[in-house]
């Protein structure tokens, strides 16, 4: 048995998903084999395009490894981070620019600080409820140089605690001892896989782990330091499980 495991933006979604793509993973599926997606979306982002895209998964890993649920949304995993830390953390995101931010805990909280643009669901931070925990916290940035120096200052600040993954302009907080490879040895370790199972692709920085950790692909889409580290360099998923096929 091989297993997958897929990023989804910019990785198994790249080109879309079409009927080819839907066909090679079920044939990859029906040969023994598992695949599923691990990616910095919430859990309720990945239930939803698990039933839209219409595919044939075996795992969801959401919040960059920290929340792993089965295909029918029973979460069966998640590392937490201490509700407590949360506040003084918003105050420190906002103050170096952010104006928005998603909290995922058992559901995703959306702060929006701008007046004119904020919807009825959402909040601020001093509106938001009192959290026991959270997964995951993301945000987004200007752009990519931005959400570097946003990722080094909460590397400097709460480093010890918290674990900032930066994907482009986008940045998703974790805690300290979670990442995407950490949370593929916890699925591993669920389902009896081994290490020598375990196949990854992806295409940018929050990969790396990941990438670094198990055997590899990069997307050729991909960031350079992505492709400098992985085993093999692919099109996209289809090339892939084609050649794991006649391996």
Same mark, same amino acid.
């Given at each position: 048995?091989? &297993? +997958?495991?897929?990023?989804?933006?910019?990785?198994?979604?790249?080109?879309? /998903?079409?009927?080819?793509?839907?066909?090679?993973?079920?044939?990859w599926? %029906?040969?023994g084999n598992? $695949?599923? /997606?691990v990616s910095?979306?919430?859990p309720?982002d990945?239930?939803k =395009?698990?039933?839209?895209d219409?595919?044939?998964?075996? $795992?969801?890993?959401?919040?960059?490894?920290?929340?792993?649920?089965?295909?029918?949304?029973?979460? #069966?995993?998640?590392?937490?981070?201490?509700g407590?830390?949360?506040r003084p $953390?918003?105050?420190?995101?906002?103050?170096l620019?952010?104006?928005?931010?998603? #909290?995922?805990c058992?559901?995703?909280?959306? +702060?929006?600080?701008?007046?004119?643009?904020?919807l009825?669901?959402?909040?601020?931070?001093?509106?938001?409820?009192?959290l026991?925990y $959270?997964?995951?916290?993301?945000?987004?940035?200007?752009?990519? %140089?931005?959400a570097?120096?946003?990722?080094?200052?909460?590397?400097?600040?709460f480093?010890? +605690?918290?674990?900032?993954?930066?994907n482009?302009?986008c940045?998703?907080?974790v805690?300290?001892? =979670?990442?995407?490879?950490?949370?593929l040895y916890?699925?591993?370790?669920?389902?009896?896989?081994?290490?020598?199972d375990?196949?990854?692709?992806g295409?940018n =920085?929050?990969?790396?782990h990941? @990438?670094?950790?198990?055997?590899s692909?990069?997307?050729?889409n991909g960031?350079?330091? @992505?492709?400098? &580290?992985?085993?093999?360099?692919?099109?996209? +998923?289809? %090339?892939? #499980?084609?050649?794991? &096929?006649?391996?």
């Amino acid at each position: 048995m091989k &297993i +997958i495991a897929s990023d989804y933006d910019g990785t198994l979604n790249h080109g879309g /998903i079409d009927e080819k793509k839907r066909k090679t993973i079920k044939e990859w599926r %029906e040969r023994g084999n598992k $695949f599923g /997606i691990v990616s910095g979306r919430m859990p309720d982002d990945l239930l939803k =395009i698990y039933k839209n895209d219409n595919l044939d998964l075996d $795992f969801l890993l959401a919040c960059n490894g920290a929340v792993i649920l089965t295909t029918d949304g029973k979460i #069966i995993k998640d590392d937490r981070v201490d509700g407590e830390l949360l506040r003084p $953390f918003l105050d420190f995101l906002f103050s170096l620019g952010a104006d928005w931010a998603a #909290i995922h805990c058992e559901r995703t909280y959306i +702060i929006d600080e701008n007046d004119d643009d904020r919807l009825p669901d959402e909040f601020t931070r001093k509106t938001l409820p009192e959290l026991k925990y $959270f997964n995951q916290v993301s945000t987004i940035l200007e752009d990519d %140089e931005e959400a570097l120096m946003v990722t080094n200052a909460i590397k400097e600040k709460f480093g010890d +605690i918290l674990n900032p993954l930066q994907n482009g302009n986008c940045i998703d907080i974790v805690s300290a001892k =979670i990442n995407k490879a950490k949370g593929l040895y916890d699925y591993l370790e669920l389902v009896g896989g081994k290490y020598e199972d375990m196949i990854t692709v992806g295409d940018n =920085i929050n990969d790396t782990h990941m @990438i670094k950790e198990f055997r590899s692909y990069a997307m050729a889409n991909g960031v350079q330091s @992505i492709k400098d &580290i992985a085993d093999y360099v692919t099109e996209g +998923i289809t %090339e892939l #499980i084609e050649r794991e &096929i006649d391996c």
